[in-house]
Structure formats: structure tokens, C-alpha cells
């Protein structure tokens, strides 16, 4: 799916932090005491704050999903910056830190793009207009000028938070709910989690460059724990630049650890693009 697949890692990864994690103790460095909290601490309120907010961040990493392979197959809602909108099927193969391999098909069934991402390349099959297209992985970075890699991109389809910065500078709390704000090299970052579970339920970025305006909104519901995890079946991704894109990602099936095939074969009638 040259646009779903693009808009899926590429548009919504150009807007979120794939630095890797640093640790909490450089960030509990920089906290202080403007942190927001609506009921005040006893004792030290600094020390009780930084405790509170290590404690709920090793709890949210605690929850991320772990695995060899994931295989899922689900419907793709996605409108445009023109306002068109696409709904597709997407069955989705991975094998951690070495494979990303997708098919989408859409009326009657008929596949009409398959992509494969390793390590080095971004492959595509245009199935439509029988093109072949072939990338570095660079290509990803190159487009949305950041460094990105194969793992953030397994980790943000699986639904692990690799937007998720340890440098966190204040929280809030309401009913059944916890907020954090981070700052980090490209955006601010106001993500919540939910105050039993700790697992993400909303994240919005917004562009630290304010001349760019970037805005992204996402969204984790439905949680399951079907298979020993828990995977959030429905999201919805937000973005807003000088044009708008929705996403909405309903995974109706999905399966952890089984043996998988990644096929990629290129027929001789292809164009090269």
C-alpha cells in the first residue's frame, strides 16, 4: 500500500521522537518542583513527584509488547489531505528487528500492493500498475528527516510507545487517569495513561518548531489481552500540518510467536521505478 503503507510508518513516524530512550536518571535530573499534581504530597513534594513519576514510567515500559513474530490483519480507514477517503484491508507479518511485510487488498479481495522493510532496504510491489520500486531504508529517514529505524517502526505498528520520552517535565492526574508533559528534541509530547493499567491511551505532539505547526493525535482503546498482551485493537492517528490526516487501524485478528513466511517475488513483467 505505497500511500496507506507511507502514511502508516512514514507520515505518523515524522512526527514522533524515535530517539532511543534515555534513562530515567538524567530525567528525574531535570525535573522540579513544577510539577503539576492535584492533591498536594506529604513529605518532600520534589522527591514524592520524582518517585511518582518513575515509578508510573517503569510501569508504562514494563507494559511494552514483546516479541519474535506478529502477524494481524486489519481494516484501514483513511482520508486524505483532499478529503478522499480509502478503506482497505491490511494483513501485516513481522519478525523483530529484521522484517516488516505488508499486503493490502481492497474490493473483492484482490491484493493491490505488497511492501517489504528489512533492516537496509524499502521494497514495493504495485501490483496495480505491475511497478517495482526499490529504496534504502534511508529512504524513510529521507522523508521524514528523522532517524528513524526498523525497530520504532515494529514498535509503533505493535502499538509500544516509541514516542515515549523519559525526560518528562511535569504530570497531572484526574479520575482514572495520569498525564505527563516531556519535551524532547523535535516536539512536546502530552501523553496519558490510564491510572490501573498503565497503558497508554492518548498522545499529542506538537511540533517544537513552531514555524513547522505540526500537530499529531493518537489514540489507543479497546484494549485486549487475548494472547497474553495487552494490545490495543483500535486507534486512530490525527495529523495536522498545513493539510489533515485520519487514520483509523481496526485490528480484527492477530497472533504472536507463530512460524511466518515474508514472500516478495518479482515478477519479470515489472517496471522498475
Known amino acids: 500500500m505505497l500511500r496507506a503503507l507511507v502514511i502508516l510508518v512514514v507520515s505518523i513516524t515524522s512526527l514522533a ?10 530525567a528525574i535530573a531535570k525535573i522540579d518542583t513544577t510539577v503539576v499534581i492535584t492533591t498536594p504530597p506529604a513529605g518532600n513534594p520534589a522527591e514524592d513527584s520524582i518517585a511518582f ?48 511485510w505488508v499486503s493490502i ?31 534504502s531504508v534511508s529512504y ?9 529505524t526498523l525497530s520504532s517502526l515494529q514498535d509503533l505498528i505493535i502499538g509500544n510507545p516509541v514516542f515515549l520520552d523519559s525526560n518528562i517535565i ?10 505527563f508533559q516531556s519535551n524532547g ?6 501523553f496519558t495513561i490510564g491510572e490501573t493499567g498503565k497503558l497508554v491511551q492518548s498522545s499529542k505532539l506538537d511540533d517544537m518548531d513552531e514555524l513547522r505547526n505540526r500537530t499529531c493525535y493518537l489514540t489507543y482503546t479497546e484494549y485486549e489481552n487475548k494472547k497474553g498482551v495487552s494490545f490495543s485493537a483500535k486507534r486512530t492517528i490525527h495529523v495536522s ?13 492477530y497472533e504472536f510467536n507463530e512460524t511466518l513466511s515474508f514472500p516478495f517475488n518479482i515478477p519479470k513483467s515489472y517496471k522498475q521505478n
Request: aromatic letters at 8%; hydrophobic letters at 35%; one cysteine or more.
Open 140 to 148: 524513510l529517514q529521507e522523508v521524514t528527516a528523522l532517524p528513524l
Open 241 to 253: 500540518e498545513k493539510k489533515k490526516l485520519d487514520i483509523k487501524l481496526d485490528f480484527k485478528q
Open 185 to 190: 528534541s523535535f516536539f512536546k509530547n502530552l
Open 53 to 100: 513519576i518513575k515509578d508510573n514510567y517503569s510501569a508504562v515500559i514494563k507494559n511494552r509488547i514483546d516479541f519474535t513474530t506478529f502477524s494481524a490483519k486489519m481494516d484501514l480507514d483513511y482520508t486524505d489531505a483532499e478529503g478522499k477517503k480509502y478503506d482497505v484491508n491490511a494483513h501485516i507479518r513481522m519478525y523483530k528487528d529484521s522484517a516488516i
Open 170 to 179: 511535569s504530570y497531572s492526574k484526574s479520575p482514572g487517569r495520569i498525564s
Open 17 to 26: 521522537s524515535c530517539r532511543s530512550t534515555k534513562k530515567i536518571q538524567t
Open 105 to 135: 487488498t481492497a474490493i473483492l479481495g484482490i491484493e493491490g500492493l505488497r511492501a517489504l522493510i528489512t533492516r537496509d532496504s524499502v521494497k514495493l510491489l504495485d501490483k496495480q500498475n505491475k511497478v517495482y520500486t526499490a529504496r
